[in-house]
């Protein structure tokens, strides 16, 4: 395999096998609420019913989205309204990536 030896060199690793990935854009994504506020910030707000596993990804997807189509980099809250415990703390902690959003419980308004 011709790459191994570079692979070898560059992250320590042996090949197991070389793949040729593609990723069509085909989704849609529409935010819930997107808004600019007077002083030049964009505020990108989720709403949430349920606990999704892939959450943290989803809201990363909108965050570069925004700066690609608006120059902008927004302010990001998912605001969680449903009954369930919400278990997302809006965070990807990854060794070469770090991303936080601001996560809301409904439940933590006074009435």
């Known amino acids: 395999m011709a790459p191994d030896r570079l692979i070898q060199l560059l992250a320590g690793g042996r090949v ?4 040729s990935p ?14 600019w506020l007077e002083d030049g910030r964009m505020i990108h707000v989720e709403l949430q019913t349920t606990p999704e596993p ?7 997807e909108y965050y570069v989205a ?11 809250i998912l605001l969680y309204v449903g009954r369930e415990q919400m278990r997302t703390i809006g965070l990807i902690d990854e060794a070469a ?14 009435a």
């Not at 593609?22 to 808004?35: A, H, I, M, Q, Y």
């Not at 925004?66 to 990001?76: A, E, G, H, N, T």
């Not at 936080?100 to 933590?108: A, E, G, H, L, S």
Request: charged share 35%; glycine share 0%; hydrophobic share 40%.
């Open 97 to 110: 990536l770090r991303f936080r959003y601001q996560v809301i419980d409904i439940r933590d308004f006074q």
């Open 22 to 35: 593609e990723f069509p854009s085909v989704r849609t994504r529409r935010p819930d609420l997107v808004v």
């Open 54 to 60: 892939d959450l943290d990804w989803r809201m990363l």
């Open 66 to 76: 925004f700066p690609r189509d608006y120059r902008v980099k927004p302010m990001q």
């Open 16 to 19: 197991l096998k070389v793949l």
